[in-house]
């Protein structure tokens, strides 16, 4: 792989210039969204995309979002476009959803992980969208970390990751939302205007979705772990993610109980993540909050599973976050992080 040295870009005209010379050069610059910070390269360019994948480390059937930042230019990206999809790109674009179509022959393999579908999302962030229009291209990109770690929500965690392996970074600041967009697809309900499906959780919640059909699934790959070789609908589910380096359980129940668990399985090393800091009160244990509401918790879970490893933690005891609207999205990342390890006290 190529060695940068890496420079941390502002979010400038003149920065936002410069990155753009990067991407249209074939090269790859960490970008900020909303959501979390993307690895982006032209989308159209294969041997741009090949280096995002070089970077991260990322398997090579595991496909990357293509962004955009005008509505005409899905035309050139999705082969078809159902009724469906443009209802919900009015409601939800710009912003943090991702749709799975399918896709033209511009789109190279290699993007779309080897699928004919390819998943296009419209980002809100500005730097993002300033960067695709000065491209003049659909960017391709993943979330700017090494593949398996925690997706990174400042320009700091993308630093950490990728210092040496890309030439830029654009510090965009911290991302808003905190994980990455909801990935739906569409299916025929065999009546009416089709069923949406989840893919992955993430602030446009199922209840969002609702709003644009009665029919919104959660596909069993968003709460379950799926078994070896089986069929996935989205390749992402099926490999290890966002898992500190730290041995993750997540606990079941109320804040007492919570402290119980600890009170008896704490060793030195432990480290828990906590919605507040009366979760613990009295124990003699580190910890880390990650806030009180579902967005608080997605905002901050990415950095507090880092900060967890920074500590050099053997082990994480995590409070088990509600499914509820943008919990669902924080307890798929959790159960993920804790290799589905889940305790009821
Ligand atoms: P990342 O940008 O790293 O968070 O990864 C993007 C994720 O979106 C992938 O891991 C997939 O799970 C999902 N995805 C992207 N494109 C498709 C597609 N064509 N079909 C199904 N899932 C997709
Ligand atoms: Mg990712």
Known sequence: MAKYQTVMLDGSELSVKKAAAFIRAGEVVG?????????????????????????????????????????????????????????????????????????????????????NTVGVRMPSHPVARALIDAAGVPLAAPSANLSGSPSPTCAAHVLKDMNGRIPAIIDGGECDAGVESTVICFEDDGVGDGAIKILRPGRITAQMLSEVTPDVRIDKGVLHAVENGAKVASPGMKYKHYAPKAKVTLVEGSARQFAIYVY??????????????????????????????????????FAALREADETGAAEVFARCPTTEGVGLAVYNRMIRAAAFRVVKP
């Not at 799975?100 to 779309?112: A, E, F």
């Not at 399985?265 to 009366?278: E, I, K, M, S, Y």
């Open 31 to 115: 970008m900020p969204t909303e959501t979390v910070y993307g690895l982006a390269a032209d989308a159209f360019n294969e041997n741009a995309v090949s280096k995002i994948f070089a970077a991260k480390e990322r398997p090579a059937d595991n496909p990357l979002i293509v962004h955009i930042s005008d509505l005409s230019m899905i035309t050139g990206i999705a082969a078809e476009l159902p009724q469906i999809a443009v209802t919900c790109a009015k409601r939800f674009w710009p912003g943090p959803l991702t749709m799975v179509l399918p896709k033209t022959p511009n789109v190279p393999l290699i993007t779309s992980g080897g699928l």
């Open 264 to 301: 008896k399985h704490a060793q030195p090393g432990t480290v828990c993540l906590v919605f507040r800091d009366t979760d613990i009160e009295g124990l003699d244990v580190p910890y880390i909050v990650i806030g009180d509401t579902p967005e608080e918790q997605a905002h901050r879970l």
